[in-house]
Structures are given as structure tokens and as C-alpha cells.
């Protein structure tokens, strides 16, 4: 009754935090920011073109590097949040028990399960999930 709470509980967070994600809900947002109005500008000065140019690329470069690293962060928290779901609903595995660390592609399983089966199929879950290129196993038994 309590696991079946649990996972009731775990996919109703997953959909929420989902729908946040894909409808752009902010927390705590207090509405729209109130922006300055235009400067206007005269004077003889003459904008130097290849200057402009050359910031304008190095600010898109900027703009890229963070959109790949904010991409990457969100697809392993992806990956997280897939196996750790994964466990919560497979009556073998004690996913209380089991910190999931993604990076990169790459799982990292630590913590404390009761049998090797138990070991075994946390393992399977996390290499068998879509978008996982490794998994490092650090569990251990207790006896």
C-alpha cells in the first residue's frame, strides 16, 4: 500500500515538474519585468561596422556555449529522473536506497541494496534506458 503511495506520489512530481518544464510556468514569477524605454542618440559618432560585427559573433558563440551546457544538464537530469522512476515502480529494486548520478551519458549508481539480483536489475534499468552510455556500479551489499 505504502510503494504504491510512493509511486503514485513520484509520477504525479514527474508529470507536474513535466508540464512546468514544457508550458514555461515560472516559480515565483511576478509577472512581466517592467523595461526601461528607449534611449535616443544623436551626434556625429560613426558606428564602426566590423566592430559590431565582431561583438555580435563573439556574443552568439556565448549564447551557444550555454545553450549546450544548459542542453546537456537538462538531458542528464532527464536520464535521472527516467531511472530513478524506473526503480520506484519495480517491486525488486529499493530505489530509496539507490542515488542515481548522471553525466554526460554516463550513470553513476551508488548506495545499498539487499541481494545481487537487487544489484543486478538497478543495473539493468539504468543500461537499458534510452540516452545512457555507460553505467558505473557502486553498490553495495549489505548482508
Known sequence: MVRALLRLILIVIVLVAAGAFFFGYRWGDNGPAVRDRAIGTSGDN????????????????RVAVGAAAAEKA????SLTTKIKSKMALDDTVDAL???????DGVVT????VSNDSERL??????RETA???GVIDRLVLTH
Open 46 to 61: 560613426p558606428v564602426d561596422a566590423s566592430r559590431a560585427r565582431e561583438t555580435g559573433a563573439e556574443i552568439g558563440e
Open 74 to 77: 537538462v538531458s542528464d537530469a
Open 97 to 103: 536506497g539507490i542515488d542515481v548520478d548522471t553525466k
Open 109 to 112: 549508481l551508488n548506495g545499498r
Open 121 to 126: 536489475r538497478a543495473l539493468a534499468l539504468a
Open 131 to 133: 540516452g545512457v552510455h
